[in-house]
C-alpha cells in the first residue's frame, strides 16, 4: 500500500492545538526536503527537521495510527484526527528496518514527549541521500502549515507552528 493511500483525507484541522518539536535539529519548510513527494506537497502540508540525533518522540497527544514495517515512518492521530507521518530521512525504506528501533505498537495511545523510535544515524546516514525528516500533516484539506520558529530546535520545544 502506497504513502498516499493510507490516510483519508476528510478530517477537519483543528486550528491550535499542542503540537511539539519531535526530533532535536534544525526545522526546516518543506521544499527543502530533497524528493518531490514531499516537498511539492504530494502527501500534504508539513515541515521536515534536518536531525542532530536520532530519536523520536511523540509531538502531540493522541495515538499510533500506524508503523510501517520498515520501521522508518510512523502516522499519528490525534484526538481530533488530524493525521501526522513522521518519515525519518530519504530513502530509508530500503533499509528494510535496519539501524531504526521502533518503541509504540500500533493503536498506542501516546503524550508528548514519549520516546517513538530511535535512530542509529551514524549508520544510516551513510545508507541514504538525506536524513531529512519530512513530518507531514495528511488531511489538512485546505488548510496548510505555517512555522512559527527556525533554526535549532531541541524535542520538546512547543508553539513551533501554526494551522492556517
Same mark, same amino acid.
Given at each position: 500500500?502506497? !504513502?498516499k493511500n493510507l490516510f483519508k483525507k476528510s478530517a477537519k484541522a483543528a486550528k491550535s492545538f499542542d503540537f511539539y518539536m519531535?526530533?532535536?535539529?534544525? !526545522?526546516?519548510?518543506?521544499?527543502?526536503?530533497?524528493? +518531490? @513527494?514531499?516537498?511539492?506537497k504530494m502527501m500534504g502540508d508539513g515541515?521536515?527537521?534536518? +536531525?542532530?540525533?536520532?530519536?523520536?518522540?511523540?509531538?502531540?497527544?493522541?495515538? @499510533?495510527?500506524?508503523?510501517? +514495517?520498515?520501521?522508518?515512518?510512523?502516522a499519528l492521530k490525534t484526538h481530533d484526527d488530524l493525521e501526522i507521518l513522521i518519515h525519518f530521512g530519504i530513502d530509508t525504506v530500503a533499509l528494510g528496518g535496519v539501524g531504526f528501533t521502533i518503541h509504540i505498537?500500533?493503536?498506542q495511545p501516546i503524550t508528548p514527549g514519549e520516546l517513538l523510535l530511535? @535512530?542509529?544515524i551514524e549508520a @544510516?546516514?551513510?545508507q541514504v541521500p538525506s536524513l531529512i525528516t519530512p513530518i507531514i500533516f495528511t488531511n489538512l484539506n485546505q488548510s496548510t502549515i505555517q512555522l512559527k520558529k527556525n533554526?535549532? !530546535?531541541v524535542h520538546g520545544e512547543g508553539d513551533i507552528l501554526e494551522i492556517k
Open positions: 500500500m502506497g !504513502l519531535p526530533i532535536t535539529g534544525a !526545522l526546516l519548510p518543506l521544499e527543502k526536503v530533497p524528493d +518531490p @513527494v514531499f516537498s511539492e515541515f521536515a527537521i534536518e +536531525p542532530t540525533e536520532g530519536k523520536v518522540y511523540a509531538p502531540i497527544a493522541g495515538t @499510533v495510527f500506524s508503523i510501517f +514495517p520498515t520501521k522508518h515512518a510512523i505498537e500500533k493503536d530511535e @535512530v542509529n @544510516v546516514k551513510t533554526g535549532h !530546535l
